[in-house]
T-cell receptor, first 114, second 111 residues
Framework: NAGVTQTPKFQVLKTGQSMTLQCAQD?????MYWYRQDPGMGLRLIYY???????DKGEVPNGYNVSRLNKREFSLRLESAAPSQTSVYFC?????????????FGSGTQLSVL | RKEVEQDPGPFNVPEGATVAFNCTYS??????FFWYRQDCRKEPKLLMS???SGNEDGRFTAQLNRASQYISLLIRDSKLSDSATYLC????????????FGTGTLLAVQP
């Protein structure tokens, strides 16, 4: 029972490089999310997708793009990485359409931008 | 003022102790409330939802006070395995209905 799988687990980038974080869930959830977690800040929502084919900005979307490729997959792309994007990134999915009754998180990606 | 505020701790308690965490929220339109648990370097996991009448799950009791806009989590008979960060989570209410996470309260249960 994989749940939410995100890759990679660790990544080091140089300023200006690009990369894509991959996320997939096998629970047939409609809603998927990308959060970042920084010390003293709590988890902050970057983007979310309430259903296949739709995406919306969260609290901190600048510098990121997302793609809801199908119901299972939701990727996060950094086009030109900046040191301020050094963080731990979590993908999540939820059981109810547009709702937040229970979030299931992936194991996280530790990203360092030098 | 932060939308969701928690005492960061750490709370250092001996095994068997009872410990309580409080969390305040600023948006009176919030309708859903949760406690998540996060172990060091791991993903958050839902511990329990918080219902208006209060609810209990084993050694864990959650309470909601809408008038004062705070929720609480009580842990009885603390175990070493309870050591973690406890995240207070509140939905934003209104049209967007997004979840707002507190910064977490660190609990360290000592042998």
């Amino acid at each position: 029972n994989a749940g939410v799988t995100q890759t990679p687990k660790f990544q080091v980038l140089k300023t200006g490089q690009s990369m894509t974080l991959q996320c997939a869930q096998d629970m047939n959830h409609n809603s998927m999310y990308w959060y970042r977690q920084d010390p003293g800040m709590g988890l902050r929502l970057i983007y979310y997708s309430a259903s296949e084919g739709t995406t919306d900005k969260g609290e901190v979307p600048n510098g990121y793009n997302v793609s809801r490729l199908n119901k299972r997959e939701f990727s996060l792309r950094l086009e030109s990485a900046a040191p301020s994007q050094t963080s731990v990134y979590f993908c999540a999915s939820s059981e109810t359409r547009g709702g937040y009754e229970k979030l299931f998180f992936g194991s996280g990606t530790q990203l360092s931008v030098l | 003022r932060k939308e969701v505020e928690q005492d960061p701790g750490p709370f250092n308690v001996p095994e068997g102790a009872t410990v309580a965490f409080n969390c305040t929220y600023s948006n009176s339109a919030s309708q859903s409330f949760f406690w998540y648990r996060q172990d060091c370097r791991k993903e958050p996991k839902l511990l329990m939802s918080v219902y208006s009448s209060g609810n209990e799950d084993g050694r864990f009791t959650a309470q909601l006070n809408r008038a004062s806009q705070y929720i609480s989590l009580l842990i009885r008979d603390s175990k070493l395995s309870d050591s973690a960060t406890y995240l207070c989570v509140v939905n934003s209410g209104g049209a967007t209905n997004k979840l707002i996470f507190g910064t977490g309260t660190l609990l360290a249960v000592q042998p």
